[in-house]
């Protein structure tokens, strides 16, 4: 079985920053990719950011040059850098752990930007 967990969301004033971790545990030796998505209200879910095992990296143009994935592979945790945060990135944050066919989401993590 494979546990993740989302943390660091909160509430920030439009142009702040804010930290999101992903942590995974349990029965798995190291993740292929990890993936962030976001979901507001009313919006599918999209993609946000990923970054394989070798530390490739892929960003949604929305959030290009704002926001940084990044991975400790000895941890399986990836990190959401965001900065200058909108108010268009309020929304639920989710993680997705990539593990051959197999895959593990969270449960999400709120992120509020406020004007």
């Known amino acids: 079985q494979v546990q993740v967990v989302e943390s660091g969301g909160g509430l920030v004033q439009a142009g702040g920053s804010l930290r999101l971790s992903c942590a995974a545990s349990g029965r798995i030796l190291s993740a292929n990719a990890m993936v962030w998505y976001r979901q507001a209200p009313g919006k599918q879910r999209e993609l946000v950011a990923s970054i394989t095992n070798s530390g490739i990296t892929n960003y949604a143009e929305s959030v290009e040059g704002r926001f940084t994935i990044s991975r400790d592979g000895t941890r399986n945790t990836a990190y959401l850098q965001m900065n200058s945060l909108k108010s268009e990135d309020t929304a639920v944050y989710y993680c997705?752990?990539?593990?051959?066919?197999?895959?593990?989401w969270g449960q999400g993590t709120q992120v509020t930007v406020s004007t």
């Open positions: 997705r752990v990539q593990k051959g066919r197999l895959e593990f």
